[in-house]
Each structure stands twice: as structure tokens, then as C-alpha cells.
């Protein structure tokens, strides 16, 4: 703890860690580039607690905010907590994905500046949405708030289940919202982009973090503090503490169902994460309803040995748009469903999927499908052009031609289990 302390204090104070020993290299990194990004690449721009912004290498940083909340939570440095608050608030409002993803550039794998979130060039390392739930996880630790709970599930979800194929065999390290994949083949800034999951990498970091995270769930589900346990995840799950034991059966993410089986020694509180999503959120224990009463996001429930709960609440299948700053998204929507991101596949809908212009007011369905193993698919409506490809390049609007369509969407996280092909998360809109 000592140590670790001693590494966050140090970060971004002179004489520099990082300019003293690129000193005695020669002035060079043994990455080359590394030396060009400056000290906001390491977060090392200032110290700790003077930063507001997240910057730099978007892995380095979320690790780096991880260690300054486990620090800042055994030692109750209020000074640290606040500058964790301050760059998950940078990160959250102003610097992430709506798939959870961070780090918008290839180019340092980096943050840029707010607001600047590219779909078709986004970085979004499958990495840096690992450490994010780092970051979340301890943070829900140190305050308890919900909102974390939220980013977290929004990024297990999303990011990190697409960084894997459903074969559990290929990889992405990066993690696009938008896909044309011609234009991924021979456009030189785009060629981090990968149209297809890999089954390794020169830098092989993702496939093993990506593992390690999906195969070590439970430390995320739960944390506990003192006589309570709070439950931020609906997965389903067996768990066993000192005193207690807790089981949950899920349906989670197609229904907001669960149940909860408590075996325990004495009576203590459960902490049930309402999710921000979440409507008509209800509790029974042994089938007689509960209210409780509210925390920071959580119902805190009063529960003893033999105890059955059910947790229910409505997910609808959300029309998002993003704040007008986020210029690549002006004028389009994304689907959202619970905690589960959607997308349009050529596989589902044909090419040139950025022709759609989806009708925020029109009808919006949920179907179970078989696809996957049965999953819920999203249809909405709107219009795509009726024109050929004999079309002029440049014709007045009058003259274009359009028809009504339907849009099949699926989870994000399960594209390009098909083959290849154009993927987009962002639609253009009809209207607002």
C-alpha cells in the first residue's frame, strides 16, 4: 500500500519519471512514437489530483485510475476519491462510446478531447473497456453509486463480449461502431480496423484479458460491506461468503427477471443495483412484495436464511441520439435495450446500410429468434433509396427516390459471427 501510494504521488511531479529516464535511452522509447505523444500519453502530465481530464493511452489510464481508487478507498483520502470522481466524470460524460468502448484514436490508442467519438475509426480496445470495469468495480467499492453499475454492465455487454467470437477462437482488439469493409481494406487510416476477428495478435494482450474477465464474473457481481451485500449484476450465479451464500437464476440481458436464493447464518442486508434503464423495478421475498427503501441507486432489502427473492422490471428497447457536440452523430439514433447496445449487419439487411434513414416514431419490435442460440432481435422502420446503381453521383432531391423499409438489429456484441460485411450502430434519422 506504501508503494503504491508512493507511484500515484509520484505521477506528473518534477523531476519527471518518464523524461529522466527517456534521458538516459537516447531520447528514445523503445516503441517509437511513444516519445511524440508527450506526458499526457502516461498520465503523466500533472500530478494525480490536479488532472480533469482523461488523457493519454485509454488502457494505462483506466489501470492507473483503478490503483488511485484502491488507494484512495484504504487510506480515505478524500483528495484522491475526488480526483477519481472528477476523470470517471470526464470519462462517462464526455469521452466514452454508448457501447461502453474508450479510447477514440488510433494514434496512441488514445483519448483525444471531449466529445470527439469517431464510429468508423473509433480504437475502443477491448483492453480498455476491461480496465473500465476495473475502475467501476473499485469505485462501486469506494461510494456505492449505482451510475458505476451502469457503465460497468454497458461495457461487459458490449465491448468486452465482442472483443470475442462466439467460437471463443478470434479476437478483436478493436472494437468499431460503424463498418464499410472496402473502405477498412484500403483506406491507410482505417487499417487498424479489422473486418473480421483475429486468432491472435503480434501484441496479444486482449485474448487473455478478455478471458480472464468473462471467467472471473464474480468478483463483479457482488461486493460487501460490513452486514451488507450489494448485487450489481443480474448474472446468474452460485457464490459463497464466510457467512452466507447467495444463487441467482437470470434472464438477463432478453428480461429483467431474477431470482435470489439466500442461505445465510444471521439476517443482513442485500443492496439490489436498480438499474438506470430499469422501468417498474419491484421486489417479492417469499412472494410478498417489498419496498424497502432507496441508496445511491440501490433498494436495500432486509434478508435471512431460506429467503427466495424475484427481481422484475421492463427493459424497452430505447431510440438514443447523442449530446449535438458528438459530430459524427448529429442527425442519427442508435437502439438500446437494457444494458445491450444494437446494431445493423449486412447479413440481416443487405449493403449500404448507411442509406437506412430510421423513423424515430415509428414502430419498434422485439422478437425472440433463434439466431445465436436465442436471442431478441430489434426491427424498426423507416426508408431506403430505390435508386440503381445506374444513379447519376450528384441528382436534386426531387429527383431521388425512396421506399419504406424495415431494419433487422442485433446485439452488437455478436457481430461478425456471420462472415464479413458492413456493420453500423448509428442510423441516419428521419426526423428528430
Not at 443487405?350 to 425472440?368: C, S, T
Amino acid at each position: 500500500l506504501d508503494l503504491a501510494q508512493y507511484f500515484i504521488n509520484q505521477r506528473g511531479t518534477e523531476p519527471n519519471y518518464f523524461i529522466e529516464e527517456l534521458k538516459t535511452r537516447g531520447d528514445s522509447f523503445h516503441w517509437d512514437g511513444n516519445d511524440k505523444q508527450g506526458m499526457e500519453y502516461f498520465q503523466a502530465n500533472q500530478p494525480v489530483r490536479r488532472q480533469k481530464d482523461a488523457v493519454g493511452h485509454s488502457v494505462r489510464a483506466v489501470y492507473l485510475y483503478s490503483g488511485m481508487a484502491d488507494v484512495a478507498m484504504r487510506t480515505q483520502d478524500e483528495s484522491l476519491k475526488e480526483a477519481c470522481r472528477t476523470l470517471f466524470r470526464s470519462i462517462a460524460e464526455k469521452r466514452m462510446y454508448v457501447t461502453g468502448g474508450i479510447g477514440s484514436t488510433y494514434n496512441g490508442e488514445a483519448f483525444t478531447f471531449d466529445y470527439d467519438l469517431p464510429n468508423d475509426t473509433a480504437y475502443a480496445e477491448s483492453c480498455a473497456s476491461i480496465g473500465l470495469i476495473f475502475f467501476m468495480q473499485r469505485m462501486l467499492e469506494m461510494d456505492g453509486d449505482a451510475v458505476y453499475g451502469d457503465v460497468m454492465e454497458r461495457a461487459l455487454y458490449n465491448t468486452v463480449l465482442s472483443g470475442m467470437g462466439l467460437d471463443g477462437k478470434a479476437f478483436f482488439y478493436v472494437n468499431p461502431l460503424e463498418v464499410f469493409p472496402e473502405a477498412d481494406l484500403k483506406d491507410p487510416n482505417k487499417h487498424h480496423v479489422k473486418i473480421e476477428r483475429q486468432k491472435w495478435f503480434a501484441c496479444a494482450c486482449c485474448p487473455p484479458n478478455v478471458i480472464r474477465t468473462l471467467t472471473g464474473l464474480g468478483q463483479y457481481i457482488y461486493t460487501r460491506s460490513d452486514r451488507r451485500v450489494y448485487q450489481h449484476l443480474y448474472i446468474g450465479n452460485e457464490s459463497a461468503f464466510e457467512d452466507m451464500k447467495l444463487s441467482c437464476t437470470s434472464s438477463m440481458p432478453w428480461e429483467g427477471k431474477a431470482e435470489i436464493r439466500v442461505g445465510a447464518e444471521k439476517p443482513f442486508e442485500l443492496a439490489l443495483r436498480v438499474p438506470g434503464y430499469a422501468k417498474d423495478f419491484a421486489v417479492t421475498v417469499n412472494g410478498q412484495a417489498v419496498k424497502g427503501h432507496e441508496e445511491d441507486g440501490y433498494l436495500i432489502v432486509e434478508v435471512k436464511d431460506g429467503d427466495v427473492l424475484n427481481v422484475s422490471f421492463d427493459m424497452d428497447a430505447e431510440i438514443y441520439c447523442a449530446n449535438p457536440h458528438v459530430t459524427e452523430d448529429c442527425a442519427k439514433v442508435c437502439v438500446v435495450r437494457g444494458p445491450v447496445v444494437y446494431c445493423a449487419e449486412e447479413a440481416d439487411n443487405g449493403k449500404l446500410l448507411q442509406d437506412f434513414r430510421m423513423d424515430p416514431h415509428g414502430a419498434i419490435e422485439v422478437d425472440a429468434s433463434e439466431l445465436f442460440g436465442g436471442i431478441r432481435v430489434v426491427r424498426v422502420e423507416g426508408t431506403r433509396s430505390a435508386a440503381d446503381e445506374d444513379a447519376p453521383l450528384y441528382m436534386p432531391v426531387a429527383e431521388s427516390k425512396r421506399e419504406k423499409a424495415v431494419m433487422t438489429l442485433i446485439p452488437y456484441y455478436l457481430w461478425n459471427n456471420r462472415g464479413e460485411g458492413e456493420m453500423t450502430v448509428w442510423m441516419n434519422s428521419i426526423g428528430g
